[in-house]
């Protein structure tokens, strides 16, 4: 059964216990993905489901179906990925807060921040979004040794509680790993707990005022990728880690992060010292990279 957007009573899942459905809800007023974030909440809160190995259900995407092009065997879309890591924060949090309910925080705002693909043209989620700051980074860590994730998480804190900020994941050029290094759990319950805060991806429908990118890194061999996000203005953060480039590794190439730039937003970015940079590292940077205008902040 898909999630149905109005009245809770039109989202139950009819094979779902009554007193089970009151400990973890209905479905979220999703155009699609309700089903997979209900699966999941359902063994967070209730505990696990015994597979019978037998066929209860045979069903088949059809051409033009939501769904379709979102995954295939062992990949899935940016949206897609952003979704699940929101649901599994807010999970998180309903086992930290069992006085909660699902469908009591409901409300009427979703109790996620989704990418516009799972609500668009639903009551009450325009779209394009409007943000006023996003950051874009690599964010599987949740504490970088070189001090990239504090600068962030400083940077977030200092901004003005009115803001609407995006906080975009992108896995930065390097060695293929065995699996997606998607965003840190850590990164998702900052996301989830903070009203002001969104998730964004390449492909949310979003207009943002001011594009903070914290590793150009995150930016290599994306330059044939679509992006649906405009944005008004775009700083890069500079540090010394262009200049330790390991054996064997290539170099950062810093004009390449900025021709993306160009390509999905049609503007370079401003370059700027990376704010916990110390005066040593900020003079090595700027002796290293003559060639760029680096301001201060």
């Known amino acids: 059964m898909a999630g149905l957007p109005g009245d809770p009573q039109q989202r139950l899942v009819p094979d779902v216990p009554t007193l089970l459905l009151a400990k973890i809800g209905s479905f979220l007023p999703l155009r699609k993905g309700a089903d997979?974030?209900?699966?999941?909440?359902?063994?967070?809160?209730?505990?696990?489901?015994?597979?019978?190995?037998?066929?209860?259900?045979?069903?088949?995407?059809?051409?033009?179906?939501?769904?379709?092009?979102d995954f295939t065997y062992g990949w899935?879309?940016?949206?897609?990925?952003?979704?699940?890591g929101a649901y599994r924060a807010w999970h998180r949090e309903l086992l930290a807060h069992p006085e909660q309910t699902?469908?009591?925080?409901?409300?009427?705002?979703?109790?996620?921040?989704?990418?516009?693909?799972?609500?668009?043209?639903?009551?009450?989620?325009?779209?394009?979004?409007?943000?006023?700051?996003a950051v874009l980074g690599d964010f599987r860590t949740a504490n970088h040794k070189s001090g990239i994730d504090e600068?962030?998480?400083?940077?977030?804190?200092?901004?003005?509680?009115?803001?609407?900020?995006?906080?975009?994941?992108?896995?930065a050029f390097g060695r293929a790993g065995a699996k997606r290094a998607d965003m840190h759990t850590a990164w998702w319950d900052i996301v989830q707990s903070d009203s002001?805060?969104?998730?964004?991806?390449?492909?949310?429908?979003?207009?943002?005022?001011?594009?903070?990118?914290?590793?150009?890194?995150?930016?290599?061999?994306l330059g044939h990728a679509d992006c649906t996000v405009t944005v008004g203005s775009i700083e890069m953060w500079l540090t010394p880690a262009p200049l330790e480039v390991a054996a064997g590794e290539p170099p950062l190439d810093l004009l390449a992060a900025s021709d993306v730039c160009f390509?999905?937003?049609?503007?370079?970015?401003?370059?700027?010292?990376?704010?916990?940079?110390?005066?040593?590292q900020r003079e090595a940077v700027a002796e290293a990279m003559p060639q760029l205008d680096v301001s201060g902040s």
């Open 102 to 133: 699902p469908d009591s925080t409901l409300g009427d705002d979703l109790p996620i921040g989704v990418p516009t693909s799972f609500v668009r043209n639903l009551p009450g989620h325009p779209v394009p979004r409007d943000l006023d700051v």
């Open 36 to 69: 997979s974030e209900y699966a999941e909440r359902l063994v967070a809160l209730a505990g696990p489901v015994i597979d019978t190995r037998t066929p209860l259900a045979i069903t088949r995407l059809r051409m033009g179906s939501l769904s379709r092009g």
């Open 76 to 84: 899935s879309t940016p949206d897609r990925n952003a979704f699940r």
């Open 151 to 171: 600068a962030v998480r400083n940077v977030l804190a200092a901004l003005p509680a009115e803001q609407r900020i995006g906080v975009w994941h992108q896995e």
């Open 196 to 221: 002001r805060l969104s998730p964004l991806t390449r492909l949310t429908q979003a207009r943002v005022g001011r594009l903070i990118i914290t590793d150009p890194a995150a930016l290599l061999l």
């Open 263 to 280: 390509d999905w937003f049609g503007r370079r970015p401003r370059w700027v010292f990376a704010p916990h940079l110390s005066a040593d």
